[in-house]
């Protein structure tokens, strides 16, 4: 696991850790020493903790103009012992809601379990932004882990169905990623009617 590192191509565009609004500003990262562990694996040193035990995350890119993000997430997300949504909400989701944010993408191709509980935290960040026209979509979720997020019935809330398994995101500039998700919900909105 110490060989996954975040995206890092869209660096020339955006670095959490310089940007004055992001959580994350001002952090430095030792590129030779492994400090954060998922289980008992060391992880790459460019991943950020942000309260949790077992997720970690990285902001890859955040747009205050035009109002959205895209976060990496790797690890264990566990809601059921240490409540991770509430802490993603709390020390990341927040501060994007409160600088204009209101269109959440979340990678979850590193996320190895999920452990759902009740869908209350998850409720309340949909109802954060859904007046500015916000969403909160998940894209590249292992097959099980999309399961468990069924189960807990978060898809109320979250868009993370099957037509969001975009294997090829990387190759994407941010603006063309939104482009093409926000493709996918209008898709999915008129299949609907």
């Given at each position: 696991m110490h060989d996954i590192e975040p995206h890092h191509l869209w660096?020339?565009?955006?670095?959490?850790?310089?940007d004055k609004l992001s959580p994350h500003f001002g952090r430095v990262y030792?590129?030779?020493?492994?400090t954060q562990k998922v289980y008992?694996?060391?992880?790459h040193p460019q991943w950020d903790e942000f309260g949790s035990n077992t997720l970690y995350a990285k902001i890859l890119y955040a747009d205050y103009d035009d109002g959205f993000a895209f976060v990496e997430l790797i690890g264990e997300w566990n809601d059921c012992l240490t409540n991770d949504v509430l802490v993603l909400k709390q020390n990341i989701i927040d501060e994007f809601v409160r600088h204009?944010?209101?269109?959440h993408v979340l990678v979850l191709d590193h996320v190895l379990n999920f452990h759902g509980s009740d869908n209350s935290y998850y409720e309340e960040w949909y109802?954060?932004?859904?007046?500015?026209?916000?969403?909160?979509?998940?894209?590249n979720g292992l097959d099980h882990v999309t399961d468990e997020?069924?189960?807990?019935?978060?898809?109320?809330?979250?868009n993370?169905?099957?037509?969001?398994?975009?294997?090829?995101?990387?190759?994407?500039?941010?603006k063309s990623?939104?482009?093409?998700?926000e493709m996918i919900l209008h898709a999915q909105t008129s299949r609907l009617h």
């Open positions: 660096r020339d565009n955006y670095i959490s850790a310089e030792d590129e030779f020493k492994f008992n694996y060391f992880i204009g944010i209101s269109r109802e954060d932004i859904i007046e500015a026209s916000g969403y909160i979509c998940f894209i997020m069924k189960t807990s019935q978060i898809d109320h809330y979250v993370f169905s099957d037509d969001f398994q975009i294997p090829n995101w990387r190759s994407y500039k941010p990623l939104i482009a093409k998700i």
